[in-house]
């Protein structure tokens, strides 16, 4: 949607909050707001604002956030720096990801778990993905009457809430290998009020596959694998046949659990369809433009697919 | 031994200033233009011109000239 430019500013005093914070303890970041709101807009602002509010309702909550922000965000400034250096990200092995980063619970709910839940909204990229996930996959939720969906690799569980929120109807099961994502997602899903509709659980679903559903959400998880190919392969037979997938991933962004580099959105797409998927409609989006020629973008790139 | 005058042409370049205009003063309160992109860029030229690596940990703290003057310092010493 464009933005409207004599849209009227609302009242968002938990967005302010958090301005407030990113100018007195992170001056680097204290555009960041302001920005992101001239550039998306008074819903931006809004949904933003709400989070925030069933989130982070203490100011002891948003300076976590902030300050966990901080650190994610200027890490992901480093890697990607380092990145147009060597074409490559900084190869790591699963094993090691998931002991340094997955089951390191200081670093997930101090920096890793806050600053991804920000950056989907101060990350212009993922804000538009989020948009996308909403238009193109939660309203056919909604128009065919899901009941329910899992989520593979919840994350934070911003993409579980927004089902949840969207689709007033439909129950959720999220799996993820991470016992920290798992307990955030929860507490996301029961701010938003739908915790009597959601569970996670610590599940690797290549190694123990569930049950096939109709509807199934995997967001940015196949770049934190050695072998998506695999994974797409376990993902496929989570989803009954006639069945809808939501599957986004990050190209060219490097991350401190990055460790699959796409380099395009075909890439994805081969692979996609080497597990036995169709691709009904696809969005990509770069961070934004290049400060210089030659320098990376990082990209996401999301599909929806049969 | 940190040559003061490299330091502030450092920090001037990375931060579009006249290398007269960079110093205790300078901060993040004081130069409109040091956002998120110009504090790394800035990092890492820091790294690139003493030979230095800034701990993650220091990076968001650098906010003023006289900060980074004393992680440059302790980290050219540390290099020994």
Known sequence: MPVDPTESRRSTPHLDRLEARFRSASPIFREAVSRQRAALGEDWAGGFDETIERLMPADEDVALAVDGYARFALDVLRLQARFDQTGEYESRSYATVANDVYA??????????P??????????????????????FVEDMIRAGAERFYDVGVGTGFYSRLALAGAAQVSGRGFDISPSSRDYATRQARAFGAGDRYTVEIRDVVR???????????????????????????????????????IATALNAPNADHI?????????????????????????????????PGISVAEVAAFVVT | MLSEEKLRAVVASMLELDPSEVGPDTSTDTVDQWDSVRHMNLIIALEGAFDIT??????????SYPIIKAVVEEQLASAG
Not at chain 1, 115 to 136: D, K
Not at chain 1, 212 to 229: A, K
Not at chain 1, 265 to 288: I, K, M, N, P
Not at chain 2, 54 to 63: F, G, K, Q, R, S
């Open chain 1, 260 to 292: 699959y580099l796409y380099r395009n959105a075909d890439e994805v797409v081969g692979q996609l369809r080497q597990a036995g998927f169709d691709v009904e409609q696809y969005f990509c989006a770069l961070a934004g433009k290049p400060a210089r």
């Open chain 1, 115 to 136: 600053g991804l839940l920000l950056s989907q909204y101060l990350w212009p990229h993922h804000y538009r993905q989020a948009q996308f996930f909403l238009r193109g």
């Open chain 1, 104 to 113: 390191n619970d200081e670093y997930m709910r101090t920096c890793y778990l």
């Open chain 1, 208 to 246: 123990e596959p569930a049950d096939p559903v109709d509807w199934l959400v995997c967001v940015e998880v196949l770049e934190h694998l050695e072998d998506p190919i695999e994974f797409l392969g376990a993902l496929r037979s989570l989803l009954r046949p006639g069945g809808k997938a939501f």
């Open chain 2, 54 to 63: 800034i701990p993650d940990e220091d990076v968001a703290n650098l906010t």
